[in-house]
């Protein structure tokens, strides 16, 4: 230590407490613990919110969600949409993204949710496909489904939040917006 100090270092001005630096470092730590490691923490907040998931279900939410979180909480808070369909809509993000044809399409998308095996790779390619048949942008379909799943226009890729919530659902939740956003 002595060996190390030097005086030239020392500065007069006292140190600084930084919120944003101790939520920075906050962040890195969560980013690199494991998603075994945060499980138990994540399950305690999904069981006192009395929802219940299966391990494997919520270790890949965790591996999705703790990228973007800060906090422990946040993996729930920001994912919210993982574990109860929206309520509302973002006005903005509705604007946006609800156009003229979108219930129409989400309508006829539905029916071809219904005929495939339901995994992020088929999905992707499903909605590729679609997308390409109707001659429209990624967007025009991509923007309503995801404010059909998520209420908003954040979260992960779209086929990954489908696969993660299910056939049923996904289902459900775009009727939800059909029949919310019409």
């Known amino acids: 230590m002595i060996a190390e100090f030097d005086l030239e270092k020392v500065h007069k001005a ?27 923490e994540v399950k305690k907040i999904i069981d006192d919110k009395k929802i219940t998931i299966p391990d494997e279900k919520l270790l890949e939410i965790i591996g999705l969600m703790k990228e973007r979180a800060t906090f422990i909480q946040d993996i729930y808070n920001d994912g919210i949409f993982f574990f109860e369909a929206p309520g509302s809509y973002d006005e903005k993000a509705a604007k946006k993204a609800w156009h003229q044809d979108a219930a129409e399409f989400l309508t006829e998308f539905r029916t071809r ?67 919310a956003l019409g």
């Open 113 to 179: 949710l219904c005929e495939i095996n339901f995994d992020a790779e088929r999905l992707k390619n499903l909605i590729h496909d679609f997308a390409q048949e109707k001659a429209v942008s990624m967007g025009k379909l991509m923007m309503p489904l995801r404010l059909a799943l998520v209420g908003e226009l954040k979260g992960p890729d779209v086929p990954v939040i489908m696969e993660i919530i299910d056939r049923a659902e996904t289902l459900k939740r775009i009727d939800n917006a059909v029949a």
């Open 14 to 40: 006292g140190a600084r407490f930084s919120p944003d630096k101790a939520k920075w470092f906050n962040q890195q730590y969560l980013q690199r613990r494991s998603d075994e490691e945060l499980l138990p």
